[in-house]
């Protein structure tokens, strides 16, 4: 299941990109999981500071990825403190067996969803790089 790239809201100039990654402890928690990661992209349609977002969620893997881009770090930081996202991050913890968060800049967001496509190659990059060094 893939929720394609939306644009929140335009930006100028550099933009902070954040991929994650999540392998569930087993595929019974995935139906709760997806709900959850479903009310926090909901969130980030909201959040002030917020550029775009997408998600791709394999519930049968365990396996979720989101890809989010933000005007910078404190709007990133304010949207993950607030709930619904600090209440399913505790949660999340628990259930997981490994996640992944690689952060980078980019000069201009995604103006399409076949520029995001670019983004998700660079995120899975970065993310499997992480894995190698962890």
């Known amino acids: 299941m893939e929720l394609p790239w939306t644009t929140v809201a335009p930006a100028e100039g550099d933009?902070?990109?954040m991929a994650s990654r999540f392998r569930l402890r087993g595929i019974r928690r995935s139906?709760?999981?997806?709900l959850d990661a479903l009310?926090?992209?909901?969130?980030?349609?909201?959040?002030?500071?917020?550029?775009?977002?997408a998600l791709r969620a394999r519930p049968l893997r365990g396996e979720f990825?989101?890809?989010?881009?933000?005007?910078?770090?404190?709007?990133?930081?304010?949207?993950?403190a607030a709930d619904p996202h600090a209440a399913v991050r505790a949660r999340a913890a628990r259930w997981t067996s490994d996640a992944a968060f690689v952060f980078w800049t980019v000069p201009a967001p995604?103006?399409?969803?076949?520029?995001?496509?670019?983004?998700?190659?660079?995120?899975?990059?970065r993310v499997a790089g992480q894995a190698r060094t962890a």
């Open 110 to 125: 995604p103006a399409s969803r076949a520029d995001a496509a670019e983004l998700w190659r660079e995120g899975e990059r």
């Open 15 to 17: 933009v902070l990109v």
């Open 31 to 34: 139906p709760r999981f997806l």
């Open 65 to 80: 990825w989101t890809l989010s881009a933000w005007t910078d770090r404190a709007a990133l930081q304010d949207y993950a």
């Open 39 to 53: 009310r926090l992209r909901r969130q980030a349609l909201r959040a002030p500071g917020a550029v775009g977002v």
